[in-house]
């Protein structure tokens, strides 16, 4: 959530995202709908404020560097699990090139 990092004021609610996504570290290991997630009141309410649908975790082995929040497909229909295939390869091809950039500066 770039936006978390933003100094703009129209982003302010993303502030509240990153807490969350540090408690869901553990159970984010591919394209996860939010609607599936168990969540509190609270929480819901966060991720339909900021129009979160699915969660896109990029691992790097244990640690998570980055989680993608995307929100409605442009089609408006429902992600499907040919959607959820494409999205777990771009995570796992940004994780490499993640790692590539990281050998590169060491």
Known sequence: FVAAHSPDPTA???FEAPPLLAARAGELH???PVAEL???LKEARVWEHLGVELLLP???GEALPVVLGLG???SDGAWLDRDLELLASLAAQT???FADIEARQH
């Open 58 to 60: 990029v691992r790097q």
């Open 38 to 40: 168990a969540m509190d």
């Open 95 to 97: 994780s490499t090139a």
């Open 12 to 14: 302010l609610d993303a």
């Open 72 to 74: 409605r497909k442009r």
């Open 30 to 32: 591919g394209p996860t």
